[in-house]
């Protein structure tokens, strides 16, 4: 049988465009700056099939994502322990 049929809204060239659009997921990650780090793991589960034999790449991409997380101004957590109030 080819082509869809009735009540199917999806078409070969639709199927076409939804793969040359970004993955969500991928544009995040790309936004955090641990694309590489995101691309290494994935190639080597693709590589190896179980993500045990890739510890390291999942430490460096946790690292990185972690690096990421962590608060953008680390001298307001400071001022809050010495009892000063932060400047706005």
């Known amino acids: ?18 793969e040359e659009a970004e ?18 793991l994935q190639e080597c589960m693709a590589e190896r099939q179980d993500w045990r034999h890739c510890q390291a790449q999942v430490r460096a991409f946790g690292e990185c ?13 400071d001022l809050r322990k010495e009892g000063k109030k932060p400047n706005k």
């Open 65 to 77: 994502m972690a690096r990421r997380q962590r608060p953008e101004e680390p001298h307001r957590l």
């Open 1 to 18: 049988m080819e082509g869809a049929g009735p009540g199917h809204a999806w078409s070969r060239l639709s199927l076409e465009e939804d």
């Open 23 to 40: 993955d969500p997921l991928d544009a995040m990650i790309s936004r955090t700056g641990c694309a590489a780090q995101h691309r290494e």
